[in-house]
């Protein structure tokens, strides 16, 4: 039997974690929970429990939410508890009660994580628990990530139990006397987890004696091969990823020199969302200029470089310049103002221009470049569209769809970063300059 006061101690010793840390105790009432929570109690502790009300089983679930409270206060431990109208929720979101319950759930304890100033939250989860995910997470696909299950630390989440299988914990419970709720619907098999539980696990546990202790040692060994694997690939991606102007720029050539580099793709990729893999890959070797979108980021394969940014929210709005102005706070810092030409000496700065007041029309005008502008870039001769003059600078997508332009009345005056237009340059005829500074 395992010396029940120091298992918290040691947890957190091993994990570097102050024991002086406030702690939060995700507690349903089940015997997971109630263990855990004993066992932060025996260790001389004094977490705050939470208990989730989610109206799913009557007054079953008002009894589960009672005990939990009684528990606490015969501890004189801080509770919180709150009731939620799960199906209404799952309805809403066109979610199933299980994804419902748990989205609600982990959006309450962050709320009082943050509210409460409490460092970690603590959840009940065990070896057995853990064995399911990698089932479950088999069936659906996954790498060596997936196949090593929970993790007992992952950022402020903490799962000191999950050295102990489900026996062991309810063998803790009987030694501490400890009385809890027994949830009737976790004997269904209804459920994709509680199946595997119920009718998958069980033929490996009899049919592979010490099954426990050999999924324990593999687990942890594919636990320490990841946080290996992640390491490495952290310090290869930094030496690779190049960031400039908000975005990330991953070498293409390089990346096809590493072997098995899809992998390396996917994780470089994974923390920004779920990102068509395959087509990205097949596009490596094809016509660059393919954008690729996952929630808030995309990804642009432009000719030598796959550019990550998030991606843009900006809706298109013009914005006016009066002669008076001097500061443009939006859409970005710009000053302005008038000064004599003989005073004036140019700049060769991108980001400055100036021009002869006395050929503007007020207020000048911002906004977006659109297909079939058009301008007399200063140096060249005649017209051109934006597009070709995009084509001739080089510019990626992503640097295009940034540009801004600035006009006077109908005409392109500035694409501003680039190149002012030819007709409104200063000239020996020039008696007062504008000009304009982006910041």
């Excluded at 996952?294 to 914005?319: C, M, P, W």
């Excluded at 030409?341 to 000048?364: G, M, T, V």
């Excluded at 070709?388 to 332009?405: M, P, S, V």
Aim: with cysteine.
């Amino acid at each position: 039997m395992y010396n029940l006061p120091s298992i918290i101690p040691q947890f957190l010793k091993a994990h570097n974690i102050a024991d002086s840390s406030r702690f939060l105790i995700a507690c349903s009432g089940g015997v997971d929970s109630m263990v855990l929570a004993e066992l932060f109690v025996q260790a001389g502790q004094k977490p705050a429990l939470v208990h989730c009300n989610f109206m799913l089983r009557g007054d079953d679930s008002d009894s589960d939410q009672a005990f939990v409270e009684n528990y606490a206060k015969d501890k004189d431990l801080t509770f919180y508890t709150k009731n939620f109208d799960t199906t209404a929720f799952a309805k809403e979101k066109g979610i199933s009660i299980q994804m419902a319950a748990r989205d609600l759930r982990y959006s309450y304890f962050a709320s009082l994580l943050k509210n409460h100033h409490l460092k970690f939250l603590c959840t009940a989860h065990h070896a057995d628990d853990s064995l399911e995910t990698i089932l479950l997470n088999l069936g659906r696909g996954t790498g060596l990530s997936g196949l090593s299950g929970m993790k007992p630390k992952r950022d402020n989440i903490l799962r000191p139990l999950l050295h102990l299988t489900k026996s062991e914990i309810i063998e803790i419970a009987n030694s501490l006397q400890l009385a809890w709720r027994e949830d009737a619907s976790n004997t269904k098999t209804d459920y994709q987890r509680n199946y595997i539980r119920h009718k998958v696990a069980p033929v490996f546990k009899d049919n592979f004696p010490g099954f426990d202790t050999g999924f324990k040692n593999t687990s942890k060994q594919l636990i320490n091969d990841d946080s290996l694997l992640n390491y490495l690939l952290s310090e290869k991606i930094q030496s690779l990823v190049v960031e400039e102007n908000a975005l990330l720029k991953m070498p293409i050539a390089e990346l096809l020199k590493i072997k098995g580099y899809p992998s390396f793709l996917h994780y470089w990729l994974k923390p920004y969302g779920n990102f068509d893999l395959p087509s990205i890959i097949e596009s490596l070797n094809g016509k660059s200029g393919r954008v690729f979108v996952s929630g808030q980021h995309e990804l642009l394969v432009d000719r030598d470089f796959l550019i990550l940014r998030q991606a843009k929210q900006e809706k298109n709005h013009t914005y006016f310049i009066n002669e008076g102005d001097e500061i443009l706070e939006v859409p970005f810092l710009l000053t302005t103002g008038k000064i004599s030409a003989s005073d004036f000496e140019i700049s060769r700065n991108r980001k400055h221009a100036a021009f002869d007041k006395d050929k503007l029309q007020f207020p000048l005008k911002l906004r977006r470049w659109k297909n079939g502008d058009s301008f007399y870039p200063l140096g060249m001769k005649g017209k051109k569209k934006l597009s070709d003059f995009f084509i001739d600078q080089k510019l990626n997508l992503y640097e295009k769809e940034d540009i801004w332009i600035m006009l006077s009345g109908d005409d392109i005056i500035w694409v501003i970063n680039h190149r002012i237009d030819d007709r409104y340059k200063i000239s020996e005829t020039t008696k007062s300059v504008y000009f304009a500074r982006l910041k």
